[in-house]
């Protein structure tokens, strides 16, 4: 027990490192830009405070609209992967036909290649289908997830095959045993999915930069870029701390409320 | 007869065989357009000789090209390190935090989220604190360093310590992560096993050599093929941070497929440093998830 | 199942929605990067909403694309697709690669319906980014914000070392100099640097440029995109001198600086002199607290800046009903008043010559005598560094520096070794150019 208390101990020390650029990035947006850059670093409160930073980050741009975008794609892309890993998902856990495993290496293959490394062949196709700046044009390359048919795998294969076969007996037929059956049962698997779905579709950055020209399809991390990614000036701290601020809170809001169901779910999917 | 039969009902393995080819279409359909189309393209691609003004020809001279050139093998030299400095710290803390984290308390939670806060943000934002943070002299780091006496370091600006510092930053923002599936692999390990090593008397490093770390097998090859992964891709805060400065120390490969496809105007030489990457990637996952397979095999 | 159904219903909805009701008047796309700070994209942004509002012809949408390069890529990535941006806001020097690679307009056509020959129009421009603009005699990009690198040193500094804060180093002795009164060590650590330049890849072979030019040097064949100089005397000289700040006077700190470490020292008083381009004039002019000055780059031989900023083009496989549309926009951007007025804001110096001649330009530049220090440079300015494969071939020489800035190499090594590297990117164009000979 001496051994996990010291762990723990670790650990703590681990998380107060680990929060610190957390800390800064409050600190330095909230605190008054009337020291111009001088002792931006002190992490202690030393105000004067006020929330200019903040403004001028939200005016720099187009927030509601980027989250309203943002948010539109991930439940897009959410929405049509949650049925093709479901379906892959299902095929490679429950059937035996030949030819499975090379399907699947093939299938893992994706993982190797997201679309920021095949950015020019991309951009064709989705030119060629007629969703060059659109949102459906960022997502189209997403909507199949190796990853997702990984996970919904292993979610399939941790529910007994006992309850498949009683329904199956029962007269309903695979799609509907899928749909009616696994599905509910799989969704902690699903809602873990969904997690690490999400959080990679809000915080990518190159591919949509390539995808969406129009600002009315910006999304949020390109719409950041604008003011972090100064070249020939340095950085204006504050602005950019509120702006990072601004762009994870959702995300961060979310997790701290659902943290412990999130991590339930993971560890239910039997992924080990 | 028997032809009839046989023509109205399939056999099993026919059947069976329908069936997983229509629940994998749509997911088939997809990756034909957006992952193997293209690859197929970039590999023919790699194999078309054209430089500028001339007549494009077949064969391996991009390949010879990419072999002499020095900043290929730099990038290569090191996204080796930087995998490696990533990599393995990662999983090792991934593997310590999971271990200590493994309780339900509400301390145990708030630590968890704090250690996964790094994986919630943009890979572009964190560039842009940390390029804060490693500001030589005025930066976060250095003013607290300055209070124990240090004098001020150029992290980013020194050839030999901006890569260490571009590691730092991957290992802040993926080792949460990471410990979410050892918590899962941990969670997956009957009580009885550890119980009955504690009855025999077991010290703690001998139960983790003996029974925890061998049972989290699969965990460590799939945590391996996703942080291999994302050390490859994940170049967003190399951009953003140092363009692969000072004097190529941290440039990486996807960084140099960047520069050559885009700066160079050389798709030759992109497509068969693009091949080069896949192919390695690709022979390194099918190795760590061979044994993430025979693991759960070997359990089920 | 249903939820789904309606989300994507949803989903599909709103990206109609959103893209926008189709018009009568030409729709085009302008892309623009933001090299110095996000509130200049609110200020593009405006500007471009007031040409749509000027007339009812052309509608155009002012898209951010991120720094210069991430704008080269995306414009780039953009023809590939086929999908060509109407107006692209160009880094300066991108624009002779352009050409090579029959990715840029020629303006000629459009110059001529405005009943001016190519000469007379650049003529509109001041002469030092007339070059950059153009390629054997054709107009292929109109210059829109400029800037070139100026020191900017700390008046306090140099009152509390006993140097004059109205006569800065003129001459590169005097810089030296002054530099060492007022570098400030604790030990041998530095704890104020009496200069810093910026060293980071982009910058640094600007800056590096300006050295080795006022150095004597050409650095590059301003007429042709096929040959460096990095490996003469006027070069190595330049980067000798950068060598000898860090590793023999002991101003400068080791290693690479970047843009936000040389702004951030000179903020907090531990760099007493920076060169920075004349663009950020507005920023240091915003965080900068303490007292500042600027002044003319000190000389070697002669007088030099180089020319930096950005163009506006228009780039190959737009049809001529969007060329003209596009047309439109440039005249607009870079009008003497519209200009002018981008000028005023950011701190670039503003290409058309008339920007200075209206009153409000006047009134600037009379109650900011530092924006009247970057326009008189401009008589000493020189064409900005061009080649076929601009960013490899910067890189070559960058490389190398930064090992020699970061006590890794010696500079006349260093300096062969750019050479040969560059002669290597050069190569294939040379082959097809200079070295092809009838046959």
Known sequence: ?272 | MLCVTLSLRPSPGLRTGVLALALLAPSLVLLSMFTYWPVIGVTLRSLVEQRFGQEPSWGFGNFARLEADPHFSKAVGNTVLYALGTILPSIALALGFALALRTQTRLVAVLRTILLMPQLIPLVAAAALFVFIFLPGGGLLDYYLAKLGRPATNWLGSPDLALGAIIAITIWKNTGYYMLFFLAGLAGIPADYTEAALIDGAGLFTRLRRITIPLLGPTFGFVTVIALVNTLVQIDHVIVMTGGGPSDSTNMILYYIYQQAEQNLDAGLASAATVVCVGGLLAISVLALRSLERGIHYES | MRMLTRAALALGIATSLMSGVAQAATEIDFFFPVPVQGKLAVEMTRLVDAFNASQSDVHATAVYTGAYDDTNLKTRAAIQAGKPPAVVLMSANFIREYVITNAATDLSALIAKDGLTDQAFIERFFPAVRQNAMENGHVYGVPFQNSTPILYYNTDAFKEVGLDPEKPPVTWQEWVDAAKKLTKRDGTTITRAGLELISSYDTLGWVTSGLAMSNGGDYYNRGWGGEVYYNTPSTIGAVQFMDDLVHKHHVMPEGVNDANAVANAFFSGRAAMIVNSTGVLGFVRDNMKLPFKVAFIPRAIRNAAPIGGASLLIPTGNTPERQAAAWKLISYLTSPEVDGGWSRFTGYFAPRMAAYDLPEMKEYLAKNPDAKVAVDQLAYATPWFATFNTVGVRKAIEDQIQAVLSGKAKVPEAMEAAQKAANELLRPYVEQTALKLPQ
């Open chain 1, 1 to 272: 027990m001496k051994a996990e208390r010291v762990g723990l101990a670790l650990a703590v020390l681990a998380a107060v490192l680990w929060i610190i650029p957390f800390v800064w990035m409050l600190v330095a947006a909230l605190r008054g830009s009337v020291s111009g850059q001088l002792d931006l670093a002190s992490l202690w409160p030393d105000g004067p405070y006020n929330v200019a930073n903040y403004i001028e980050a939200w005016q720099s741009g187009h927030f509601p609209l980027w989250y309203l975008n943002t948010a539109l794609l991930c439940a897009g892309i959410l929405a049509v992967q949650t049925i093709t890993v479901s379906l892959a998902g299902y095929a490679f856990a429950r059937l035996n036909f030949r030819g499975r495993g090379t399907l699947f290496v093939l299938f893992l293959l994706q993982l190797l290649l997201p679309p920021a490394v095949l950015v020019v062949p991309n951009l064709l196709m989705i030119t060629q289908l007629g969703l060059f700046d659109t949102l459906p044009g960022i997502a189209a390359p997403y909507c199949a997830s190796a990853f997702g048919v990984f996970l919904m795998r292993q979610t399939f294969r941790s529910i007994p095959r006992d309850f498949e076969e009683a329904a199956r007996i029962d007269g309903a037929s695979r799609l509907q045993v899928i749909r009616h059956l696994l599905i509910p049962l799989a969704r902690p698997g699903l809602a873990a999915f969904a997690v690490v779905s999400v959080t990679s579709h809000w915080n990518e950055f190159l591919w949509p930069l390539m995808a969406v020209s129009s600002p009315a399809h910006q999304v949020l991390t390109v719409g950041l870029a604008s003011f972090t990614l100064s070249s020939e000036s340095g950085g204006d701290w504050g602005v950019i701390a509120a702006g990072t601020a601004l762009v994870a809170a959702p995300l961060l809001v979310v997790f701290v409320i659902f943290q412990r169901r999130f991590t339930a779910s993971l560890v239910s999917t039997g992924l080990k």
